[in-house]
């Protein structure tokens, strides 16, 4: 595998943990509801710019 395409996979499974795990900390009451929305937002295009690149680097 290569540099690029490990990347992308570290990425999304980043970008997959902030739309997941903000949720979980406002509902224990850790951030607020802002911070859940600005977190998700970034995980959003985290996860859509590193699929795009895997499904692009794929024949």
Do not use: E, H
Not at 23 to 38: A, E
Not at 41 to 50: D, E, P, R, S, Y
């Amino acid at each position: 595998m290569t540099i690029p395409k490990t990347l992308a996979y570290i990425l999304g499974a980043l970008g997959l943990g902030l739309t997941i795990v903000p949720s979980m900390l406002v509902f224990s009451g850790l951030i607020s509801q802002d911070q859940n929305k600005t977190l998700m937002a970034v995980g959003m295009v985290l996860w859509f710019v590193a699929a795009f690149r895997i499904m692009k680097q794929n024949p």
